[in-house]
């Protein structure tokens, strides 16, 4: 037994020493040949082929599709078979923390009689080059191993299910994000604009928006045409998006409508901030970024796109003597802020309507759907307008049902009269049916709501009677100038007549 440990630490000594030798002084060209054929003889010897999927794929090191649905696709599986696993945070609710596979980790399953080995891999890259860009000295990759009697199952039909599977799964344990662009200052100076993302909760149903039902199926109805019209739009040669404008006063629901409509076609929200984009080219690059089954949202855009901004530096600049100075001080002050025009906007938008692939749906808000350039809201760029506006009768009862979970109430006639007579958006009858305290109920919840309607309706008929008093005084005030007008050119006409009489005398 002795010697047979002799020989064995003889034996490691030497294959050590020989790897030592070939690592050291074998130059590297006759090394890689050397091992490109030790591997071919492995091949020919092995009955077993082997697949690697690595992390990032691409020139531009993009994330591998295929590798994060392996991912997931491990997750579900291989925590009852690996030994050693990895705890990691879930971003779903129905487990705090997901187990998978660790690195460096192999597992064994069967799929139609056929025996494979899946293996976890990371490796540490061994980075000389200096980049400007943060890199991973990581790379990690999964290994699928099987007998080359299987090639074709495993290729046509087990992989196939893998990624299908992992989809799946993924899209089921999926939550929705909402992502916000912001402005930082990059290299040289150089302002940018990038995404960033936090979990997107928003409690808004489509159940809960206090609109008119048949407007509510209608929208509906135009969503889930949308999603389900992938042969359609194929078909018809257009490009998989849709367009939505919400308009309306402040406080009638627009925001909450996007949260609802999000939750309801389960698509994460970009919500794009104009003013912190630099300029057009800036726009295009975060469009691009966004991913498939989407909504952009561009909220206040009368605001956000400030279309007469130029001319009026321009004018400024006209007026003021020190005509250098005010030059220097706009220019400055338009480095500073957005250039995107809204030719350019709508170039982006027409530009990634047509060139991203996957469903994506844009919406625009306004308080001022009267200010909108005409070129931006035309059919094509907003399919459908959606003006969402005061409380009526039947917004206010999905109001009573979602906060104070009433379907009828003696004082529900009351508020229908008034709501009738008066202009209140579903925010402040929100506000005013809230309990405020433990002795708040329904009924007097109702009243407060029913004292505030009667007061608006008083200030409303208070600002109608203050316009028309208004009114009727600058009525008055142009026909005592038309008046004074008149008399003026009465005058003069006199005083013509009466030098025309002093000339005439005069010649005779
Ligand atoms: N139609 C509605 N249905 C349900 N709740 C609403 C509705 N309109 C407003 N609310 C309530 O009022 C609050 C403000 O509404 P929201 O932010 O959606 O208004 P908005 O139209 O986007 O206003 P703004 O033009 O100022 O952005 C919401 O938090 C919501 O609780
Ligand atoms: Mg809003």
Redesign the pocket.
Known sequence: MGSEWTMLGSFTATVMIAYTVFDKFIPAHIRSYVQIYAHKLIGFLSPYIQITFPEFSGERLKHSELFTAIQTYLVETSSQGARKLKAEPANNSNSPFLLSMDDNEQITETFQGVKLWWGSHKTMLKTQSFSFYPSSDEKRFYTLTFHKRHRDIISRTYIPHVLEQGKSIKLKNRQLKLFTNSCYTGWGGYRKSKWSHLVFEHP?RFE????EKTVKEEIIDDLLTFKNGKEYYDKIGKAWKRGYL?Y????????????AMANFMYYDVYDLELTAVKDNTQLRTLLIETTSKSIIVI??IDCSLDLTGKRAVKKEKEKSGDVKDTIKKAEEEDSKESKVTLSGLLNCIDGIWSGCAGERIIIF???HVEKLDPALIRSGRMDKKIE?SY?GYE?FK??AK?YLDVDDHRLFSVVEGLLEETKI???????NMMPKSKSDNVETCLKKLIESLKKAKKKAEEDAEKKAEEEEEARLKEEKEKEQEQLAVEEAKSDEKAGKEVKENGFH
């Open positions: 808004a809960t928006l206090a609109m919400l309306g006063p402040p406080g009638t629901g627009k925001s909450t409508m996007i949260a909220e206040d808000t306004t308080n969402l409380c917004a999905v109001l979602n958006t579903p925010a402040d009858v929100a506000e």
